[in-house]
């Protein structure tokens, strides 16, 4: 079964420092979604991309994030420089729009982040 | 803006019983809602969905009926085992959105 891959799975990090996390969607799916969860809540959308183009990005702090999906393929996360407060689960999930149009979501491990 | 309220956790459980946990939301029009379950160190897993007012999710054993009528989308289980214990969420999408609305989760622990 196709798997959304995302990788590193741990990342620590010190505040002040760059951080990138990747991001690999199930083949042929167009739309990439990159959601935060802060421990013991729900994720947030941070971006949405289809294909290479941004849809939504509402929620991304753009002073320090910043998202790319090139090719409209795989997708790179930074945040730059990282704050204590950016520790946190980063998922990231593809759609299609399925035969029913529901665009279900398919979701990656996730790749854990602490900023110390 | 749209939003979903959980029932609190942790929700604490011997093997065997029966399962709810509520869910309501907030949006305007029809959205669909979803359940999903994290598992320890693991992404999300959707576990199932309604499209619409009356349709009946199911999966592994779990329900959930979406209620337009009381906004709601509590999940169900008879008789839950060990292996259920995992971190549920409550979702909707918007009509003719793409992105999810998750509540905040609830924690669920299966005793033997």
């Known amino acids: 079964e196709a798997e959304v891959a995302q990788s590193p799975r741990y990342k620590i990090t010190e505040k002040s420092q760059a951080v990138a996390f990747w991001c690999d969607p199930i083949s042929g799916h167009a739309t990439l979604y990159w959601y935060r969860q802060i421990l013991g809540q729900g994720p947030e959308l941070l971006v949405q991309?289809?294909?290479?183009?941004?849809?939504?990005d509402s929620q991304l702090p753009k002073d320090r994030f910043s998202a790319e999906r090139l090719k409209g393929v795989d997708s790179t996360l930074k945040i730059q420089p990282a704050e204590l407060g950016d520790s946190a689960m980063y998922l990231c999930?593809?759609?299609?729009?399925?035969?029913?149009?529901?665009?279900?979501?398919?979701f990656g491990p996730g790749t854990r982040l602490t900023v110390t | 803006g749209d939003s979903v309220t959980q029932m609190e956790g942790p929700v604490t459980l011997s093997e065997e019983a029966f399962l709810t946990i509520n869910c309501t939301y907030t949006?305007?029009?029809?959205?669909?809602l979803f359940w999903y379950v994290q598992y320890p160190g693991e992404g999300l897993q959707l576990l199932l969905k309604?499209?619409?007012?009356?349709d009946k999710g199911s999966n592994k054993g779990f329900e959930a009926t979406y209620r337009k009528e009381t906004t709601s989308f509590h999940l169900e289980k008879g008789s839950v085992q060990v292996s259920d214990s995992a971190v549920y969420f409550c979702?909707?999408?918007?009509?003719?959105?793409?992105?999810?609305?998750f509540g905040q989760g609830t924690r669920l622990t299966i005793n033997p």
């Open positions: 979702a909707l999408k918007a009509s003719g959105a793409q992105k999810l609305v």
């Open positions: 309604a499209t619409k007012a009356d």
């Open positions: 999930a593809s759609s299609s729009p399925g035969t029913s149009g529901t665009y279900e979501q398919y």
């Open positions: 949006a305007t029009g029809y959205p669909s």
């Open positions: 991309f289809q294909d290479e183009s941004v849809v939504d």
